[in-house]
């Protein structure tokens, strides 16, 4: 699931990675999508063929060398599902962070669903 796979990248950026290499699943790639088009990892890339296809991602370091990633917050868990209407979505950090969220629509950050008016389950806000 997605909250592994953001531990791992978080992991992998304190442990001065280049890159990383995960198991494929649908959700983790839009999940890794997201965290590239918003400048959170580097690039994301499939790699092989089924039943062995993975995930590889390049992970992002400031000029300093410290990583990207500062802090994440795990939402919905297996026991709690979190969910919200589109009036109900705020900006993360005032405005530094970002909010996924499973729409009907697919995945979204929080002010995309916001703009398109959809609502759904708040997964997990990364700053």
Excluded: C
């Excluded at 060398?65 to 979505?89: C, D, E, M, W």
């Amino acid at each position: 699931m997605y909250q592994d796979l953001i531990t791992k990248i978080r992991n992998a950026q304190q442990a001065k990675k280049e890159f990383i290499k995960v198991p494929y699943s649908g959700m983790d790639f839009a999940v890794a999508e997201i965290l590239a088009k918003n400048n959170y990892i580097e690039n994301v890339a499939k790699k092989g063929r089924l039943p062995k296809r993975i995930i590889e991602i390049k992970i992002k370091y400031d000029k300093d060398g410290s990583g990207v990633i500062n802090g994440t917050k795990f939402l919905s868990v297996p026991s709690r599902h979190l969910y919200a209407g589109y009036q109900k979505l705020r900006p993360v950090k005032q405005g530094h962070g970002l909010g996924v969220i499973s729409t009907s629509k697919g995945l979204r950050t929080n002010t995309e669903a916001r703009k398109q008016k959809v609502g759904g389950e708040l997964l997990f806000e990364i700053w």
